[in-house]
């Protein structure tokens, strides 16, 4: 919506700092930010009103959390939703489709999660939305954006697989890549959902993830960077730095009040809509094996909870102690803080990794 405003840099020359999407992300973080530190302490004595009892603990997880955590009102992912919307609407160039796409996919992960949520509180059980019906709703979402995408990239590397460390190894997919795009965003989405199990655990990584993707969608949406850095370019790409500016925001200011002990839990709400953008991102930038390095926490998360259950399917033995891995390492006897801030530095460990690979070709 600002972004109108540079149209006047003419007759008003200081105008024209809003041509400059540097300068556009600067304001979506701080925007998305200031949201959550002046509206969200309402908003969670709203959210534990409502609630009453709050989510539901797991009984066959840590016997600490039935203590600890219990009571504590979820759906905060309305929170960073909200926020990150107004942010990006504000900010953001609102005539790119790459924008609208990814908020699309974001929104809509939003509501599977909301619904999911607002399942679990009202029966006061863990057990939410059908498994089955949410993936399909999921993968139809992802579906129409992914097919948005490639009409909107430019030439054959709309549906192309690109590879890190090989500047010129591209392999088309053709329609093959709109199942594989789907499988990326449901896969990053449900990983991030996995992961947000403990007080500050998911927040952080998702904001590692977003603003290194957000990176590298401004690196690969500007053709000079594109041609220096030998990236496959992605025009148009370069305004979702701003989206991701939003959500760096919005999570810093989501983890004021998430961080140990937890005011309130993002829920499905947003660990589902906040792991759908990122796919989404890494789909539009070509960067979807990046994803997996960058988010190698969420895969390793996810990983843990295929591997266990696929065990037990078969042989009846448990490969850890509990499953997702977090809750394994607390079953080790780490404590909370020590899982969270062990994982964070992995997070940001390959986040850099991940970077590299941007130069390394």
Avoid at 3 to 29: C, K, M, Q
Avoid at 125 to 137: D, I, N, P
Avoid at 305 to 311: E, F
């Amino acid at each position: 919506m600002l972004y109108w405003l540079s149209t006047f840099a003419e007759a008003i020359p200081i105008l024209n700092v809003f041509r400059y999407i540097t300068f556009r992300t600067g304001g979506a973080v701080m925007t998305a930010m200031l949201i959550l530190f002046l509206f969200g302490p309402a908003m969670i004595r709203s959210l534990r009103v409502r609630q009453g009892k709050g989510q539901p603990i797991r009984e066959d997880g840590p016997q600490g959390h039935l203590l600890t955590k219990k009571g504590t009102p979820t759906m905060g992912g309305l929170m960073i939703l909200t926020s990150l919307a107004i942010s990006t609407l504000l900010w953001a160039d609102l005539s790119n489709p790459h924008v609208w796409i990814v908020l699309g996919v974001t929104v809509g992960f939003g509501m599977i999660g909301f619904y999911d949520d607002f399942l679990k509180v009202t029966k006061q059980s863990h057990k939410g939305f059908s498994g089955r019906a949410r993936l399909s709703v999921e993968a139809l979402i992802s579906g129409v954006a992914v097919f948005a995408l490639t009409q909107v990239t430019a030439g054959d590397l709309g549906s192309a697989l690109t590879f890190p460390f090989f500047k010129d190894f591209v392999l088309n997919l053709g329609l093959f890549f709109i199942p594989f795009g789907i499988i990326v965003i449901v896969g990053a989405g449900n990983a991030v959902n996995l992961t947000d199990g403990l007080d500050g655990l998911a927040i952080v990584p998702v904001m590692i993830a977003a603003a290194t993707f957000g990176a590298i969608a401004y690196l690969a949406g500007n053709a000079v960077f594109a041609n220096y850095l030998q990236i496959h370019g992605t025009p148009g790409t370069g305004e979702l730095l701003v989206l991701c500016g939003s959500l760096v925001g919005a999570a810093l200011g989501f983890l004021w009040f998430n961080a140990p002990p937890a005011q309130i839990f993002m829920g499905d709400t947003g660990s589902l809509a906040l792991g759908g953008l990122l796919g989404t991102v890494a789909v539009a930038t070509k960067h979807e094996i990046v994803l997996a390095i960058v988010g190698g926490l969420f895969v390793l998360e996810a990983a843990s909870v295929i591997i266990q259950v696929t065990s037990y399917k078969l042989t009846g033995k448990r490969v850890f102690r509990m499953a997702p891995i977090h809750h394994h390492f607390e079953q080790l006897g780490w404590t909370e803080p020590q899982v969270v801030i062990r994982f964070w530095i992995i997070s940001i460990v390959l986040a850099l990794i991940g970077l590299a690979t941007l130069k390394l070709r």
